[in-house]
């Protein structure tokens, strides 16, 4: 005969292996660098690249990463230690990525219009570092609150 204290006990030991899964899912820390370094860059070419070049680099850059983003925007294998299931780790990663990737360029190009207004020199490289130094650093954490607000 179980308890009522056991059955609360084993509830929660249940609550807490699946909030260990969750908290696996997500996209690698190289993943997260790649892009703050991608980020910093595009920044450095907008300062002194030709807008064409800019436009082709970007284009090839978005090619580049839907490859590599497919095999990981899932979220089933931010670590080597777990692979999530599909039915655990929900079908709602790759569309928070991306709204995450969309509010990071938000505050990309606000962040260099208000350098630029306030007369900085070279804005987009000041605020494609800073973003990108954020993306690099905190990219799991921001994903990981993300999905929280989103509920995904």
């Keep these: 005969m179980v308890t009522p204290d056991e059955a609360d006990a084993a509830l929660a030991a249940v609550e ?5 899964v ?3 899912v997500g ?5 997260w660098w790649g892009m703050g370094v991608a980020w ?4 450095l070419l907008a300062e002194v690249g030709d807008p064409w070049v800019t436009t ?3 284009l090839v850059f978005g090619a580049a990463h839907s490859v590599v983003a497919s095999r990981l925007l899932d979220g089933r ?3 080597r230690r777990v692979r999530v299931s599909a039915a655990a780790a929900g079908r709602r990663t790759a569309p928070v990525v991306v709204a995450v990737l969309l509010a990071l360029v938000a505050l990309t190009v606000a962040a260099a219009l208000a350098l630029d207004a306030d007369g ?3 804005p987009a490289l000041a605020a494609g570092v800073a973003v990108g130094v954020l993306i690099g650093g905190g990219g799991p954490e921001i994903l990981r609150g ?3 607000l989103l509920h995904a």
């Design 22 to 24: 969750a908290a696996e």
């Design 56 to 58: 082709a680099v970007t």
């Design 146 to 148: 993300a999905r929280r």
């Design 40 to 43: 910093a860059l595009f920044g």
């Design 27 to 31: 996209l690698p820390r190289g993943y």
């Design 77 to 79: 294998s931010r670590t």
């Design 16 to 20: 807490r292996a699946r909030a260990d």
């Design 120 to 122: 900085a020199g070279r």
